[in-house]
């Protein structure tokens, strides 16, 4: 009933890839302002560390946002990639996170033959997927690896749900993501979840990956829950940084993954040299005011404007977010 | 091969209690000196939010333990717990923990109708079962409910494991846990560990409950995989308070269960008024250096050390750890 594994606590599965998404995630709690100094170092890291993918950003429009407004890692050009990680080359393949309808594809996503980028990871809700579909079609045909995140599935009904992903399976998309936005999740409901996605995408000879917030603090559990049923992509944050809640720890994944090609040293350098401090300058993690808009199923926003506003009122709090949502 | 559920996410399993383990576990982390406003409290949070148990703290012998060096709930006299509730004429049951070699108990645990307590739950090694065994039966002979905790289990093989547990299920023993000491346990292992659990446990008709530490934030998460599989005793602390990483949050479990004579809301009262003003005192819950005793099963003391020292130099402190076990 809940799901056979696929590989043991011992052994190593060659087809399982991390991506570690600290910058882009990272990013909503800090509106991407990161040092160059720091996202040097974390590129270094995630090469010593032996990690798959690294996530810079997003792709997003500067027609609807202002560049003034964000630091560089919102829009993710190229050429400050490149200023980064000059040709990379190294085993880390890098990837940017491109919102449907808040992405200029078309002028934004160069040929990958004169890009930095090997990924681009679309992310849309189910019912923008044939935009989705279109990015996807445009990324693919520009030679680029892609995958796709379906958000805030919590709030879809199965149904709809499996003819989503069914649809995707069906275009050129390499990848397709489980994302529990809301850290909504138990892990039995991502046990079936993720053999939903598993049934349908294998029919196509497609991926699935796992992307977790900690609302719960049930990051780290979901994922190496969809993990053991097959699910390959994983996604983490060096200390679960994050909007909110935050992510799957990085360094938890590692230690779990048991492929000598992952190495924690490097992350635990890091963590010692840039993130102890930038934590005593931002908030992010576990805190009851998430624990509560998970169980209930709601977005985050309340939760960190009712942290930021140095709040404790939580009785009050849970009793307006069941207005909210009532 | 992972196991059967016991019942759903959308129904209630009356077979379950919740055991709140606040001031035991969270002792450990400020020697027990909590005020009696505190503890008076957080009875009355326990009764209000439909709480089963509340344990008050050891019956630690003052032979081996100097009562001036630690508050009170170290001791856990019944004079003191009646000070708190009286003659109890509530529905929460009174528990306190007696650690195997450290407890006075024939002079301590009085007979049943002398006592406000419910529950004595007994402390064992897997080395120390027939000393275990004999506090069990004299408090099951003076009138008393109990439980058994077998620590360090991680350290244990399965063969003697398997003889140990057997050998608690042919005592007078109530409920026999599953307790995991150094965080270390995945879920996929919970779930083998409980399964052997239960199969001995239910040949004699004994309970199965769970005790779960946060070493890798999969406290919460190990506690509701045990709490799937049939385990029915689930213990929790307001916050996740308790030694290092501390332990599964009640909050959590009582959002999780579907019961309703649980309430969150006399906890979030609590939390608002008693634990943010204690939490900026002590310190506890998750952080890299409990990770890495986890990942390497190994008690938490070295962790707790470092961070008391304020060091960061993580990838040091791996090091030895590393030297320690090896």
Known sequence: MAG????????VREDVRVLDATLRDG????NFYFTDDFVRALYAMNVA?????????YKASKDLFDPEKFGKWKFSDDDDIRAIVGENETGLKISVMADVGRTDFHRDILPRSESPIDLIRVATYI?????????????KKKGYET???????????TDDLAKGIELLAQSSVDTIYLVDSFGAFYPEQIVRLTELYLSIAEKYGKNVGIHAHNNQQLAFANTIESLRLGASFVDGTVCGMGRGAGNCYLESLLSFLKNP???????MRFIEKHMVPLKQ???WGFDLPY????????HPSSAIEFIRDGRIDYTQFYQEILDDIG
């Not at 990013?27 to 800090?30: A, D, E, K, S």
């Open 4 to 11: 056979e594994s696929k590989g043991s606590l011992m052994t």
């Open 27 to 30: 990013g909503l709690v800090n």
């Open 49 to 57: 560390a032996g990690v798959d993918y690294m996530e810079f950003g």
């Open 127 to 139: 019912n923008t997927l044939p935009a989705a579909i279109e990015m996807i079609e445009d990324a």
């Open 147 to 157: 995958s796709v995140n379906v958000m805030a599935v919590s709030k879809t009904g």
């Open 261 to 267: 090609k992952y190495n924690l040293v490097p992350v």
């Open 281 to 283: 300058k931002e908030t």
């Open 291 to 298: 624990l509560l808009t998970g169980i209930l199923n709601s």
